[in-house]
């Protein structure tokens, strides 16, 4: 008998084999409904087919009456598991063709129906713990960066100078936000800190099933945030026995050591089952200056820019006369083009971190019909990134600071008011954020008179504090640089006069002690959530089976973030100075979503579908929503399945971009002013050139009560093609359109541009009596809209087992083929497909316009081999300080894995792996504020060795 068996859930495949072999079968839910199974391709005998697709279960099969096959447990740990005979008695039994009323299977994300083999109207990619296995990836965040369909700003611990030690995943390039991301189906709080999402090092890697990933707006199903996409994390369940196993790399340059260590234990209990994992995690730095595309932020010896820092080691002083001096030992001589500070040189670009995770379920069936669960999860995470020393602009803080013409350091004799100093006699700051995540889900289920149902209460919080050390407290700060009246002496009346105009090293001890400080902020994110659903199947229908779900949840959302006194009083130089974020709502929501059979051939080979889903939603800050989705599924034969589908989405105002504090930072900003040929045209310079020698700029931020949700329409065709003549093959390709307003936004950047181009945005931009920038005031706005266009295309191909082994292909990619975006209703539309604008500078990121991965597979008796290829197409981008455009190269890399099981105990795997195994350098990119590179698509890495040792017992 031939079969064509994808990999996935067993209970599914199991179905899939009695299709396929016309072979009646019979299973309880209860053994089967957390397991999953290897693919199945290619000619077997019956007892070669079920072996097979039962391997390391724990389960086995026997024929009932020379024609039931009856799958039960073979592995007892009580008096009270059925025997083959009894499974027959007690379960319903599927008999090809024939519909049964009870359905075998699971909800796949996209949709609360119960569901045995499923293609949706929309692409779901799945990547199961094999595939995560194979790709060597010990965090979440670092195994989706190279998915195809993510793009854009998502953050990881390859950020470090703007970066929180958070990972987060951008489907479509939009905002992190508009990507839901779901732990077993469910939401949990976000990002301690007041984040926009959750922050997927919060999840533990080892204790993960399998990730679903939706690729198209889920409003309907899942409410708020569901725009670009769902994430969702199915953790581990039926895990039996112990299983010990450690981690190890680094790079070919012998850094970013990365040691990972695993304990998980799983069994059977009387109608049960309880599985625990334990996991530490350690990662250590790339410096920036260990790289040679990042060693300097002076790229122009390799096609960049120069975008190194006008505060100096020596102080810059610019006279009221416009002159401008560089402290030289004892005197001054006039600033040249080359007095300018290499701040990468100090900096971290991987961060370091530490990661220590313990979760937990436990299942109960209290009868043969209703299953309870609990799971729970503990985790702490910990990441250090090191910055180069504190920089002071005078001029340029929110309260100037000025040099008094009779201070005891004042060599000039006349007020100065623009310094830049890098205080280098300080230490480097340091960054150090910390977490704590604590997650408990309760969930009962069951069947009653043919309704499946379930009733859950979920509760997460995540804490989070950052700490900023090494600082300068500007209010001190002030006082030293004053008049000499105000500053007698720390003996006399506590204040020490600091020598901030003069040559490094002439800022003593007593100095830095007297000005240097450090700023925490701490906070926490909330979420608790009651849910109900139910589903049926709709029986005897003229086209066949039908489904319908529906359901309710209730969530309450709280979110605070506190500065401390220092930060709250704008006081410190060298960090973000804010105020405190506090906010909580309520949301209610009710669902109804059905599938229907339309229309079936007589030969059933051909069939129409319709699947339709509708969401209300009300909240207690802005009001309600609704949101339905329809889609259409044309089966044309075992070979061809076409899809379509139409929804509308929206995404709810954070908490925080409602109700931030206000908060001050210097912004990476590209003014237009700094350039002469725009500072003589464009209408808000009034014809002065600002300071090319400055990109950062004071800016101030905050919420919004005010703001209404973004809002979106998503449309999507496309088609799955399995040609009966190349068993194990899958194609598909599928068309999207996300067409998003209201957008949410406070860009500095585009306010400025604004502002010189057009004279517009006066209150929001404030410059000095030069012409520089001194104040730039971004608050939240419903301003923005976003049209992305494109494709998704898929490849999936296992063939026929051989003598050697049996090989499997995967391939998928993802290609934009436009963004626009526009800031506001009176600006032009911007096509960012192909682009590269960095976050620090408030761009989207990365957006290129061809991104794809290609897999093998190869696996025999006790070996395992896999090779993976990723690349990213070449994007444009614009010179800082100037108006030319250069591309950033394409990047491609190869990822290769070959393990063995060893005949110990219950199996000890040995796994030798490289990254990046032709050491392809990241492509240099010269707008990129962090290492020169895009660090949020590509790698700085380099060349990774790494091996993993499983001992099972």
Same mark, same amino acid.
């Given at each position: 008998m031939r079969y064509s068996i994808e990999a996935g859930p067993l209970s599914g495949a199991l179905i899939r084999y009695s299709q396929q072999s016309g072979q009646a079968i019979v299973f309880s839910d209860r053994l089967t409904r957390h397991l999953s199974t290897s693919p199945l391709i290619g000619r077997y005998r019956r007892d070669e087919a079920l072996d097979a697709l039962l391997a390391d279960?724990?389960?086995?099969?026997?024929?009932?009456?020379?024609?039931?096959? =009856?799958?039960?447990?073979?592995?007892?740990?009580?008096?009270?598991?059925?025997?083959?005979?009894e499974t027959v008695s007690n379960n319903p039994v599927y008999v090809p063709g024939i519909e049964e009323t009870y359905v075998y299977g699971s909800r796949l994300t996209g949709s609360r129906i119960r569901r045995n083999s499923y293609t949706g109207a929309a692409p779901v990619d799945v990547f199961r713990a094999p595939e995560i296995e194979l790709s060597g990836a010990q965090s979440l965040g670092e195994l989706l960066k190279f998915v195809p369909a993510v793009v854009g700003n998502s953050t990881s611990t390859a950020i470090a100078n703007g970066g929180d030690g958070t990972a987060s995943v951008t489907l479509r390039g939009l905002p992190a936000s508009n990507t839901l991301i779901l732990i077993n189906g469910r939401r949990v709080a976000n990002d301690g800190l007041a984040g926009e999402s959750v922050d997927l090092n919060s999840i533990p890697p080892a204790a993960v099933e399998r990730i679903e990933i939706l690729k198209d707006s889920a409003s309907a199903i899942y409410g708020s945030d569901a725009i670009a996409g769902?994430?969702?994390?199915?953790?581990?369940?039926?895990?039996?026995?112990?299983?010990?196993?450690?981690?190890?790399g680094e790079t070919s340059r012998g850094d970013l050591q990365t040691r990972t260590n695993t304990l998980q234990y799983g069994s059977g209990l009387p109608r049960g089952s309880v599985f625990l994992s334990a996991s530490h995690y350690e990662q250590d730095p790339i410096f920036s200056r260990d790289r040679a595309v990042s060693r300097n932020a002076d790229a122009r010896a390799l096609g960049g820019g120069d975008q190194r820092s006008s505060a100096t080691p020596d102080a810059r002083v610019t006279l009221p006369d416009g002159r401008t001096l560089i402290a030289d030992g004892d005197g001054y001589r006039p600033a040249g083009p080359d007095d300018l500070f290499n701040f990468q040189a100090d900096t971290t670009a991987v961060v370091p971190m530490e990661r220590t995770s313990l979760y937990g379920n436990l299942s109960y069936d209290f009868t043969d019909q209703v299953t309870g669960l609990v799971e729970m999860t503990y985790l702490e995470t910990d990441a250090s990134a090191d910055l180069a020393p504190t920089p002071v602009?005078? =001029?340029?803080?929110?309260? %100037?600071?000025?040099?008094?013409?009779?201070?005891?350091?004042?060599?000039?004799?006349?007020?100065?008011?623009?310094?830049?100093?890098? $205080?280098?006699?300080?230490?480097?700051?340091?960054?150090?954020?910390?977490?704590?995540?604590?997650? $408990?889900?309760t969930v009962l289920e069951g069947l009653h008179a043919n309704w499946n149902w379930d009733v859950g209460y979920s509760w997460s919080r995540s804490e989070a504090s950052e700490t900023n050390t090494n600082l300068v407290n500007a209010d001190r700060l002030r006082r030293a640089l004053g008049p000499a009246s105000g500053c007698l002496g720390l003996a006399i009346d506590g204040c020490v006069p600091v020598d901030l105009s003069g040559s490094a090293g002439s800022i003593g001890p007593e100095q830095v002690d007297y000005i240097r400080a450090n700023g925490t902020v701490s906070g926490y994110s909330k979420l608790s959530t009651i849910s109900m659903n139910v589903s049926n199947a709709l029986l005897h229908l003229p086209a066949g089976r039908g489904d319908i779900a529906f359901g309710g949840e209730y969530r309450q959302e709280t979110t605070s973030k506190r500065p401390d006194a220092l930060l709250a009083s704008t006081g410190t130089i060298g960090a973000t100075n804010f105020e405190a974020t506090s906010g909580t709502r309520k949301i209610a929501e009710f669902y109804a979503e059905t599938a229907l059979p339309l229309w079936r051939s007589q030969s059933g080979h051909q069939a129409l579908y319709f699947d339709g889903a509708i969401r209300y939603s009300t909240y207690s800050d802005f009001g309600d929503s609704t949101n339905p989705k329809l889609g259409l599924r044309l089966q044309l034969g075992k070979d061809l399945l076409l899809r379509a589908g139409y929804a509308t989405g929206f995404r709810a105002p954070s908490l925080n971009e409602l109700y931030e504090g206000a908060s001050e930072e210097q912004a990476f900003i590209n003014d237009p002013c700094t350039q002469a040929p725009l500072a003589a045209s464009l209408p808000g310079c009034n014809g002065q050139q600002a300071d090319p020698s400055r990109n950062q700029f004071l800016t101030v931020r905050g919420g919004n009560p005010d703001l209404k949700p973004e809002t979106s329409v998503s449309y999507s065709a496309g088609m799955v093609w399995s040609p009966s003549a190349a068993d194990g093959l899958r194609l598909s390709l599928d068309l999207f359109q996300i067409d998003q307003d209201d957008v949410v936004a406070s860009s500095a950047q585009f306010i400025v541009d604004q502002n010189a181009r057009f004279g517009s945005f006066t209150d929001s931009v404030r410059r000095d009596d030069a012409g520089n920038l001194a104040l730039v005031t971004a608050t939240n706005i419903n301003v923005g809209r976003r049209l992305v266009r494109g494709?998704?295309?898929? $490849?999936?191909?296992? $063939?026929?087992?051989? %003598?050697?082994?049996?090989?499997?292909?995967?391939?998928?990619?993802?290609?934009?083929?436009?963004?626009?975006?526009q800031l506001d209703t009176t600006a032009p539309e911007i096509n960012l497909a192909g682009t590269f604008r960095d976050e620090a500078s408030e761009g989207l990121g990365g957006i290129p316009d061809w991104k794809w991965q290609l897999g093998l597979r190869w696996e025999h008796q006790r070996w395992h081999a896999s090779s993976d290829l990723h690349h990213v197409a070449g994007m444009t981008e614009i010179v800082p300080g100037?108006?030319?455009?250069?591309?950033?190269? =394409?990047?491609?890399?190869?990822?290769?894995?070959?393990?063995?099981?060893?005949?110990?105990?219950?199996?000890?795997?040995?796994?030798?792996?490289?990254?990046? =195994?032709?050491?392809?350098?990241? %492509?240099?990119?010269?707008?990129?504020f962090n290492d020169n590179i895009d660090g949020r698509t590509h790698e700085l890495k380099g060349r990774y060795f790494y091996t993993r040792l499983s001992q099972r017992f």
């Open positions: 279960s724990g389960l086995d099969w026997a024929l009932i009456d020379e024609r039931i096959v =009856a799958i039960y447990a073979s592995e007892c740990d009580t008096n009270d598991c059925d025997t083959p005979s769902v994430v969702n994390v199915i953790m581990k369940q039926d895990f039996r026995g112990l299983l010990a196993e450690t981690f190890y602009f005078t =001029a340029f803080e929110q309260q %100037p600071l000025n040099l008094a013409a009779d201070n005891i350091y004042n060599d000039f004799g006349v007020e100065v008011s623009d310094i830049r100093r890098r $205080l280098v006699e300080l230490p480097q700051r340091e960054q150090h954020n910390a977490s704590e995540v604590m997650r $408990l889900s494709a998704d295309l898929g $490849l999936n191909y296992h $063939l026929p087992r051989q %003598p050697w082994g049996q090989l499997s292909f995967s391939g998928s990619a993802t290609y934009l083929q436009e963004y626009l975006a100037s108006n030319r455009r250069r591309q950033i190269d =394409a990047w491609t890399v190869l990822d290769l894995q070959l393990s063995y099981t060893f005949d110990l105990l219950a199996g000890l795997r040995w796994s030798l792996g490289v990254d990046n =195994a032709l050491d392809e350098a990241a %492509p240099l990119a010269a707008s990129a």
